[in-house]
């Protein structure tokens, strides 16, 4: 079998935002969009709700997050099996988000909007959510009956992920901080560098190690952010190429 960490991240000819997904049709009465929310601790996937915990790049945690991550029942049996296929790697998955309330997508929204005002001077509105919206789903326009209005992580099927060894159970070095707002957060950010250090290797090995071990269940990567992955989302159908509405829509109910 090829080693995943030898493999190239493929490049996207034209890579679209957060801010352009939101008109793909969603099959809401399919099988698929009735699947229930389940809590992957209970499919034995690791988790680590990232917005209950003080760390960077907020420093806080989030009063409305989860205390554990959430997602639709297809895409934890799909975590499954690809924490089979990382056991070769001596590495396993540690989920950090998945169901997002839309009050909490309201906060870190506002977090992206307030870091495009430090980052460009003299921004306009419009800069500042065309950066907001590299990182981030807009829900200021959320409607319940408008699935144009509905951001994914409100949908269960996406989820923010990392990797972690299975030996000390610390997560492996992907070369960013989660959520970070800047270019060294883009996926390929180390496949388009001359790598001089072992820790941008290191970096390099491990994104190419998740990439791989999620697309092969079916998963698309949003390519602005290592950590984001979609399974029947329209971000997933964005990014994966699939000439088909997505799967979910909202969650109605946790």
């Known amino acids: 079998m090829t080693d995943l960490r030898l493999k190239e991240i493929p490049d996207i000819a034209k890579t679209q935002t957060a801010l352009d997904y939101h008109n793909i049709e969603i099959d809401l009465d ?25 760390v960077a790049p907020y420093y ?41 309330p839309i009050a909490l997508q309201s906060e870190l929204w506002n977090h992206f909007i307030e870091k495009g005002r430090e980052t460009i001077p003299n921004a306009s509105e419009d800069q500042l959510v065309k950066f907001a919206g590299q990182f981030c789903s807009d829900p200021r326009g959320f409607k319940e009956d408008d699935f144009r209005t509905w951001p994914v992580h409100n949908t269960g099927g996406a989820i923010d992920v990392t990797l972690r060894s299975l030996t000390d159970r610390h997560p492996l070095f992907m070369g960013s901080i989660f959520d970070d707002a800047d270019s060294i957060s883009f996926t390929r950010f180390f496949e388009n560098m001359e ?35 979609d399974f029947g989302t329209q971000m997933w159908v964005m990014n994966g190429g699939h000439n088909m509405p997505a799967l979910y829509g909202r969650v109605k109910n946790l």
């Open 60 to 100: 806080r945690s989030f009063s409305l997050a989860l205390d554990t991550v959430f997602v639709r029942e297809t895409v934890a049996c799909k975590l499954i099996q690809i924490n089979k296929l990382l056991t070769n790697y001596k590495v396993e998955l540690l989920a950090l988000d998945g169901f997002r």
């Open 195 to 229: 790598l001089a250090s072992q820790s941008a290797l290191e970096a390099r090995r491990n994104r190419r190690l998740l990439y791989h071990a999620m697309a092969m269940e079916g998963f698309s990567n949003y390519p602005l952010e290592w950590w984001h992955f």
């Open 30 to 54: 399919g099988k698929e969009n009735k699947e229930s929310l389940v809590d992957l601790t209970e499919y034995g996937i690791a988790c680590s709700s990232i917005y209950k915990r003080p």
